[in-house]
């Protein structure tokens, strides 16, 4: 019988939940990394038990983890085992170092800090981590200071794609409350070389030639909180997400508005509708039906909680301006909890199920695409990440 | 033999309980026993020093014999209780939350 395995990155270490093919009960695995920051686990498409874990701390750094067993066992890819004396490591996996060559990198690029002033870049954590589509061994890292790498053996090695960082407009991007991060990558099933990013706050940007060279896709985006509300670059953009079915569909939570593209990012317009507010994180795409989205409003400026303290997520089925609200099973009174950009996802299953994660530790599960809604766990340290996948 | 206390979590990454032992071959410096610790334990490599500069995370310190190490040159000489394994160097993080 086939199964789900939701993926859950939090505050303090990883935890692994995994259900049958009816999701009611679920077994929960963790805390993997104890005490950890884990922004974000993805699992390879290509072989499920093929995972890859972004750890980080603020004490000590970057560390990249990778199981082979669908979450049982975890090592250091190139740092597991003891270098013959006198060798280095056959890996680091966590050396993120941008490229700074006059041969292939952008030496002595800045972005723009809070003040306005220029800044390097300097490496802080991966946030996002995208494996490929076909291949185990290649997976995409989205990074803080944003910068786009990819390892090509299962993240022994990871190189930048300099092309995105030092393609013009650099010195304009400037970060988002949570630091200037790239937190979104797409991979396009029907077009190898079509890969689109965002990144807080500069944001969207497209490759149609696998990484080297990129163009901003910011056209029909508004934003009042910036000097020039259309400029083509400063965008605070909060995630994006397509079905794999029409790739050049997008849909996009900004940091105010709901956009979609109809054109690969080409251009945007909104399908905010009715939503009680258009400011929210994540966004996601019903596995079987392009059309239908899901988001979850959330008030702003600085407050970062749902609206009268009732926790919903709203169902379009129109490809966005017109939403319900999506209730049972979640508090509707008193809820105060934030739903952060990457802790939305979606299985495969014949009645798509969808998960959701809280920065107060609840993951929540609905296995009737959001009719009624479930919490897998309660008490979970923050959650800053949920992935889903779909088992054979 | 020279002694080195880890920090919680690096003792996890390392898979390591207790003091780790290095040899070191020639002058006991903060860089000799980095350079060994990590060479011992790669998967160590990048959390203690920055990838990229080569210094000392921000949130880290270097003491040994109840002195702070972490603003002397990587190149100064280490106590010579710390060379003769008498005394650890002990790497700690700073407290700074939880």
Redesign the interface.
């Known amino acids: 019988m086939s199964g789900v395995r939701v993926l859950v990155g939090t505050r303090k270490g990883a935890f692994i939940l995994s259900s049958d093919g009816k999701r009611q009960k679920w077994d929960v695995s963790g805390p993997h990394f104890a005490g950890w920051e884990i922004y974000h686990m993805k699992g390879s498409p290509a072989d499920p038990n093929r995972i890859y874990a972004s750890q980080t701390s603020g004490w000590f750094g970057q560390v990249l983890q990778r199981s082979d067993d669908g979450g049982k066992t975890w090592s250091m890819p190139g740092g597991e085992e003891l270098p013959k004396p006198g060798e280095f490591p056959a890996g680091l996996s966590n050396k993120f170092v941008y490229d700074t060559s006059a041969e292939t990198g952008k030496p002595l690029t800045t972005h723009q800090w809070y003040d306005g002033t220029q800044h390097p870049w300097e490496f802080k954590r991966v946030w996002h981590l995208e494996p490929s589509l076909t291949d185990p061994d290649t997976v995409y890292a989205g990074i803080e200071d944003a910068a786009l790498f990819r390892t090509t053996d299962g993240a022994k090695n990871w190189q930048e794609l300099p092309g995105l960082r030092g393609h013009g407009t650099g010195p304009k991007w400037q970060p988002g409350a949570g630091g200037l991060c790239l937190h979104t990558i797409l991979l396009s099933p029907s077009d190898p070389g079509r890969i689109y990013i965002a990144i807080s706050a500069a944001g969207a940007f497209r490759t149609d030639d696998g990484g080297n060279t990129w163009k901003p896709i910011n056209q029909g985006l508004r934003s009042s909180y910036i000097p020039d509300p259309t400029a083509e670059i400063g965008h605070c953009v909060h995630h994006v997400t397509l079905h794999p079915s029409r790739p050049n569909v997008l849909f996009m939570q900004k940091h105010w508005d709901v956009m979609r593209s109809d054109n690969a990012g080409d251009l945007w317009h909104e399908v905010s509708g009715n939503l009680p507010t258009d400011f929210g994180f994540v966004i996601d795409v019903h596995a079987h039906e392009p059309e239908t989205v899901y988001v979850v409003p959330i008030k702003s400026d600085s407050e970062h909680y749902p609206p009268e303290g009732k926790l919903r997520v709203y169902r379009s089925r129109t490809g966005g301006n017109e939403w319900e609200p999506l209730t049972k099973g979640l508090p509707q009174s008193n809820c105060y909890v934030d739903v952060l950009r990457d802790a939305m996802a979606v299985d495969k299953l014949d009645s798509c199920g969808i998960y959701f994660g809280t920065t107060g530790g609840q993951v929540y599960a609905s296995a009737d695409a959001g009719d009624n809604w479930m919490p897998i766990v309660h008490d979970l340290p923050g959650v800053l990440s949920v992935e889903a996948q779909t088992l054979p | 033999m020279i002694r080195v206390v880890l920090?919680?979590?690096?003792r996890t990454?390392a898979k390591v309980t207790g003091d780790v032992q290095l040899e070191i071959e020639g002058e006991v410096t903060q860089r000799s026993v980095l350079d060994a610790l990590e060479?011992?334990?790669?998967?160590l490599?990048?959390?203690?020093r920055?990838?990229?500069t080569g210094q000392r995370?921000p949130?880290?310190r270097f003491f040994a014999c109840e002195q702070d190490w972490s603003h002397e040159s990587p190149d100064a000489p280490l106590p010579e209780s710390v060379a003769s394994g008498k005394e650890p160097l002990f790497i700690i993080?700073?407290i700074?939350g939880g």
């Open positions: 920090p919680h979590h690096l990454l060479a011992r334990y790669p998967m490599m990048g959390t203690i920055d990838h990229a995370r949130f880290l993080g700073a700074a």
